[in-house]
C-alpha cells in the first residue's frame, strides 16, 4: 500500500486493479487482490466466513421448509425472512442443532395449523353427528298393539317421540262391533 503526502492532482476512484482514496493523511493506493473461489476456499483468512456462509445456507433450509409448511393463501415473503433471521440466530448464538431449530420453528408457527385443521374437522364431524341425531329424532314410530289379536300398526310421524304403546281391545257400540277373527 502507498501513500502520496503530496499529489499532484487531486485523485480518488478505481483505475484497473488500483484503487485510490483520501484519508487524514494523504492518497491511499491499494492494488486489489481479486477474490477467487479457491482462495475462498482454502485461504484462512476466509475460515470465519465459511462458517458463516455455512451457518446462513443451513438456515435458509429450515426458513425454506417452514414456510413451505404454511398454508399458501396465508404465506407472505416477509415470513420467510423472519424464519431465516430466527433460525439463524437460534443457531449462532444458542448453539442449536439444525433438527432442533426445525422442530422449534414447527411447533411455534405450523403446529398451529394443523391443530386448527384438526379442531376444524372435528367440530365438522360434531355437526354432522347432530344433524344425523336430529334427523333421527325427528322421524319417530309408535307401535300399537292389542293384547287380544296381537297385531301391530306401525304409525310414522316425524314430529312425535318414539313410543310403544299397549291398550286392550277399544270398546265399540254394539252396532259396530263384528263377528269374526279381529278387529275391523
Given at each position: 500500500?502507498?501513500?502520496?503526502?503530496?499529489?499532484?492532482?487531486?485523485?480518488?476512484?478505481?483505475?484497473?486493479?488500483?484503487?485510490?482514496?483520501?484519508?487524514?493523511?494523504?492518497?491511499?493506493?491499494?492494488v486489489?487482490?481479486?477474490?477467487?473461489?479457491?482462495?475462498?476456499?482454502?485461504?484462512?483468512?476466509?475460515?470465519?466466513?465459511?462458517?458463516?456462509?455455512?451457518?446462513?445456507?443451513?438456515?435458509?433450509?429450515?426458513?425454506?421448509?417452514?414456510?413451505?409448511?404454511?398454508?399458501?393463501?396465508?404465506?407472505?415473503?416477509?415470513?420467510?425472512?423472519?424464519?431465516?433471521?430466527?433460525?439463524?440466530?437460534?443457531?449462532?448464538?444458542?448453539?442449536?442443532?439444525?433438527?432442533?431449530?426445525?422442530?422449534?420453528?414447527?411447533?411455534?408457527?405450523?403446529?398451529?395449523?394443523?391443530?386448527?385443521?384438526?379442531?376444524?374437522?372435528?367440530?365438522?364431524?360434531?355437526?354432522?353427528?347432530?344433524?344425523?341425531?336430529?334427523?333421527?329424532?325427528?322421524?319417530?314410530?309408535?307401535?300399537i298393539?292389542?293384547?287380544?289379536?296381537?297385531?301391530?300398526?306401525?304409525i310414522?310421524?316425524?314430529?312425535?317421540?318414539?313410543?310403544?304403546?299397549?291398550?286392550?281391545?277399544?270398546?265399540?257400540?254394539?252396532?259396530?262391533r263384528?263377528?269374526?277373527?279381529?278387529?275391523?
Amino acid at each position: 500500500m502507498a501513500i502520496l503526502r503530496k499529489p499532484l492532482l487531486p485523485l480518488g476512484g478505481r483505475y484497473d486493479n488500483v484503487v485510490i482514496y483520501r484519508l487524514g493523511c494523504g492518497l491511499v493506493l491499494r492494488v486489489l487482490k481479486p477474490h477467487t473461489r479457491k482462495r475462498i476456499l482454502k485461504d484462512p483468512r476466509f475460515a470465519e466466513f465459511r462458517k458463516c456462509s455455512k451457518r446462513m445456507a443451513k438456515a435458509s433450509k429450515i426458513g425454506s421448509a417452514v414456510y413451505k409448511a404454511l398454508p399458501e393463501d396465508f404465506r407472505q415473503y416477509w415470513m420467510y425472512r423472519a424464519f431465516v433471521g430466527e433460525a439463524l440466530t437460534m443457531l449462532k448464538d444458542q448453539q442449536m442443532t439444525g433438527e432442533e431449530v426445525m422442530e422449534v420453528l414447527f411447533k411455534t408457527y405450523v403446529e398451529v395449523w394443523y391443530l386448527k385443521e384438526q379442531i376444524n374437522e372435528a367440530e365438522e364431524i360434531q355437526q354432522e353427528r347432530t344433524i344425523d341425531t336430529t334427523r333421527q329424532k325427528n322421524t319417530a314410530t309408535v307401535d300399537i298393539r292389542w293384547k287380544q289379536h296381537n297385531e301391530t300398526i306401525r304409525i310414522n310421524d316425524h314430529s312425535s317421540n318414539s313410543e310403544t304403546v299397549a291398550f286392550d281391545k277399544p270398546q265399540r257400540p254394539a252396532m259396530f262391533r263384528t263377528v269374526g277373527m279381529g278387529p275391523p
